[in-house]
Structure formats: structure tokens, C-alpha cells
């Protein structure tokens, strides 16, 4: 089945210790994105990845590391949460990353940062 | 910039009477449009997608929406809701910059009343 993973699904941590959150694609897409969700803002785009070693910032980049190394898999790590960071996170890909292409969404990583 | 703006934060219907989800857009470019659902603790699905062909544009479970260019419009219609259409919709338009990136809009939650 296509689809995109994540793990974990919940997450409760404290502030300054290093996390990952983990996303994967079965599809070989080559574009793959994060984004947040939180209440009223609808979702904003975190990093996204043209292709394997290339990145870029979206538009909320702060306290957030990404790296694609392998076309299936693209990471979110967070260094040092704070609890500005607690969020519902999503991870998406599509097949070039072009307008008009569909994005395929994880289930979504629910993160919190006490 | 691009934007999208929806009218609504939350719709109440009956079950069986009509859908109406209202989403305005601003983009200095042909915008490609989309609706995604959000279903309670679960990820993204795509409804449909407008990317320039007709302007009439048929999605998944009886849901359709109208591009409109003379209006910025892209409200999303559905002649008899079920009860199972009680989720979030997310209006959302595909910038023409690199990345792909998805903006949203800030959600409409709709309910479904029996």
C-alpha cells in the first residue's frame, strides 16, 4: 500500500532533550515536507526536500533540523525542544514537489514539550 | 504572496440538507487549489484537486467545488451531508515558488447534525 509513515504517533518529552521524528515514503517521491498544525493556523510548512541532499527551509524553520539522505526517509529532529514546540506535526511527499502536485500525508506525530 | 481564506471556522448542518464551505484565494499566478479533510485524530486526505483544466471539479464522497477566477473562489459543495462528513476541511493553494509548497487556510470544522 502507498503511503507515508511516522513515528512516533505521541510523543511527551521535556525541554532540551534531542528528539527525532521519523518519516518515510514507500512512493519514490522525490519531494518530501514537514509541516505543523496548531489551532486556528491551519498548517505551516516547516523544511521540505527537493531531493535527497537537498533541503530547505519553509516557513517556520526555528529549533527544527532535517536531513534526507536516502530518498524514502526525511527526519525531523529537534535539538532542543521548548514548549513553543509542542504541535501536531505532519509529514508529506509528493511525486516532484511541482504546483499542482498531490501531497500525500503522514498520520501525523503528536508532540508534546513540557 | 498567495493566501487562502476561509469564511468559516465552523458549519452546522443537518443531515441530508446541503454543504457549503466557503474559501477565498489570492495568488498573483494560476493557482493550482485543493480540499483536504481532516477527520478527528487522523492525517490529511485530498478531496480534490483544481490544476487549470475545468472549473467544475468532482472529488471523493459526493463532494465537488467551483473554481471561480472572476471571485478568487474555491468553495467546496456537497448536496446531502452525511454523518460521516464531520471533520475538518482545509482550503489550500499550491505556491508557484520552489518547493511546492502547500499554504492553507485556517480550517472550517464541520458538523453534522442528526
Same mark, same amino acid.
Given at each position: 500500500e502507498a503511503q507515508v509513515t511516522q513515528n512516533p504517533r505521541y510523543l511527551i518529552t521535556v525541554t532540551g532533550k534531542k528528539l527525532t521524528v521519523t518519516c518515510s515514503q +514507500?512512493? +519514490?517521491?522525490e519531494y518530501m515536507s514537514w509541516y505543523r498544525q496548531d489551532p486556528g493556523l491551519g498548517l505551516r510548512q516547516i523544511y521540505y526536500s527537493m531531493n535527497v541532499e537537498v533541503t530547505d527551509k519553509g516557513d517556520v524553520p526555528e529549533g527544527y533540523k532535517v536531513s534526507r539522505k536516502e530518498k524514502r526517509n526525511f527526519p525531523l529532529i529537534l535539538e532542543s525542544p521548548s514548549p513553543n514546540q509542542t504541535s501536531l506535526y505532519f509529514c508529506a511527499s509528493s511525486l516532484r514537489g511541482l504546483v499542482g502536485d498531490t501531497q500525500y500525508f503522514g498520520p501525523g506525530t503528536r508532540l508534546t514539550v513540557l | 504572496a498567495q493566501s487562502v481564506t476561509q469564511l468559516d471556522s465552523h458549519v452546522s448542518v443537518s443531515e441530508g440538507t446541503p454543504v457549503l464551505l466557503r474559501c477565498n484565494y489570492s495568488s498573483s499566478y494560476s493557482p493550482s487549489l485543493f480540499w483536504y479533510v481532516q477527520h478527528p485524530n487522523k492525517g490529511l486526505q485530498l478531496l480534490l484537486k483544481y490544476?487549470?483544466?475545468?472549473?467544475l471539479v468532482k472529488g471523493i464522497n459526493g463532494f465537488e467545488a467551483e473554481f471561480k477566477k472572476s471571485e478568487t473562489s474555491f468553495h467546496l459543495t456537497k448536496p446531502s451531508a452525511h454523518m460521516s462528513d464531520a471533520a475538518e476541511y482545509f482550503c489550500v493553494v499550491s505556491g508557484n515558488n520552489q518547493g511546492g509548497k502547500l499554504i492553507f487556510g485556517q480550517g472550517t470544522e464541520l458538523s453534522v447534525k442528526p
Open positions: +514507500n512512493m +519514490n517521491h | 490544476t487549470s483544466a475545468a472549473t
